[in-house]
């Protein structure tokens, strides 16, 4: 399984950004797909999860009606859409998977919003 995360970077607030996540070595259709984040000194936390089809999605509160979570199963690709990014938004970003009983993240990226 490898997941690689791209898109992050500096943003100010009230910014927009797009991270992307590749994944190979799985049956990626068959899975359900997750983008979690971890700010300095923070516990990992679940943002965006997106079913199988891309037809049901979820989000923390936190983030709702701001992030939009997205997949191309014929691509192999899962997205999340970041507006009216906050500061407190900022954190590495980590693509996750459930793979054959096993935990699988990417290395993250780093989404930095700050004027």
């Known amino acids: 399984v490898q997941l690689v995360e791209s898109g992050g970077g500096l943003v100010q607030p009230g910014g927009s950004l797009r991270l992307s996540c590749a994944a190979s070595?799985?049956?990626?259709?068959?899975?359900?797909m997750s983008w979690y984040r971890q700010a300095p000194g923070k516990e990992r936390e679940l943002v965006a999860i997106?079913?199988?089809?891309?037809?049901?999605?979820d989000y923390a509160d936190s983030v709702k009606g701001r992030f939009t979570v997205s997949r191309d199963n014929a691509k192999n690709m899962v997205s999340l859409q970041m507006n009216s990014l906050k500061p407190e938004d900022t954190a590495v970003y980590y693509c996750?998977?459930?793979?054959?009983?096993?935990?699988?993240w990417g290395q993250g990226t780093q989404v930095t919003v700050s004027s």
């Open positions: 996750y998977a459930y793979v054959s009983r096993k935990r699988s």
């Open positions: 997106i079913s199988t089809t891309g037809d049901s999605t």
């Open positions: 070595g799985f049956t990626f259709s068959n899975y359900v």
